[in-house]
């Protein structure tokens, strides 16, 4: 498997433009979480879904933001309207539940810089 | 509130050195904890998991060990390289829905 692929790597926009960030889990798992890493705040967890269902939102900044989880192999998180404090490293990751070691599966990010 | 602190949080050693990276957690009742490594650039991969019932894991040259009781967690590196380099994170999940809680890391650097 490919493991968990993330995209675009790299945006670059300006403030208040809509961003959408796209992930695809790796095959067969269950679980899909979406990640932000700032050097001030670390890694917070944003959302996550279990059989594309969102559990917990609760670490939604606001309401610019929304994910959605069309199908078991796609993912989508938006931001409308963007805003400079948004720019940090997006990641996704997927786990299968039940599984022996319960990991995380981490896709490489994607580093949003708004302008 | 959850919260999880690791010290130091920049190391740099020689090659060949044995270390130890500490980490540490407010509230106990963890279902598990995780080690994770990320390069520069790069997503995070999991290193060792340890379940609240488990004391220690092991893989390879690494050894993660798990005190409940204390709120700490340690990551054991022996023989360290200069391919160990990078940030080491821990993460601790309060039940069964993989919600991780990660610690602001600390940044490795194994000098030749």
């Known amino acids: 498997d490919a493991g968990v692929i993330q995209s675009p790597r790299h945006e670059v926009t300006e403030m208040g433009q809509e961003v959408t960030l796209r992930c695809k889990p790796i095959?067969?798992?269950?679980?899909l979480f979406w990640y932000r890493q700032t050097m001030m705040r670390g890694l917070e967890l944003l959302i996550y879904?279990?059989?594309?269902?969102?559990?917990?939102d609760s670490g939604m900044p606001e309401d610019r933001f929304s994910a959605k989880m069309p199908n078991a192999s796609f993912s989508t998180l938006k931001i409308q309207p963007s805003e400079p404090r948004d720019s940090a490293v997006y990641f996704c990751?997927?786990?299968?539940?039940?599984?022996?070691?319960?990991?995380?599966?981490f896709g490489e990010g994607s580093r949003l810089t708004v302008l | 509130k959850q919260e999880v602190t690791q010290i130091p949080a920049a190391l740099s050693v020689p090659e060949g050195e044995n270390l130890v990276l500490n980490c540490s957690f407010t509230?106990?009742?963890?279902?598990?904890l995780q080690w994770f490594r990320q390069d520069p650039g790069k997503g995070l991969t999991s290193l060792l998991l340890?379940?609240?019932?488990?004391r220690e894991q092991t893989s390879g040259r690494l050894n993660a060990s798990l005190d409940k009781s204390s709120g700490r967690s340690t990551l054991y590196i022996a023989a360290s390289q200069p391919g160990d380099s990078a940030t080491y994170l821990c993460?601790?999940?309060?039940?069964?829905?993989?919600?991780?809680?990660f610690g602001s890391g600390t940044r490795l650097l194994v000098r030749p």
């Open positions: 095959s067969g798992h269950d679980y």
């Open positions: 509230d106990s009742a963890i279902y598990n």
């Open positions: 340890i379940q609240s019932s488990q």
């Open positions: 993460a601790v999940n309060m039940d069964s829905s993989y919600k991780l809680i």
């Open positions: 990751a997927s786990s299968l539940s039940g599984g022996a070691s319960g990991e995380l599966f």
């Open positions: 879904f279990n059989n594309n269902v969102p559990i917990d």
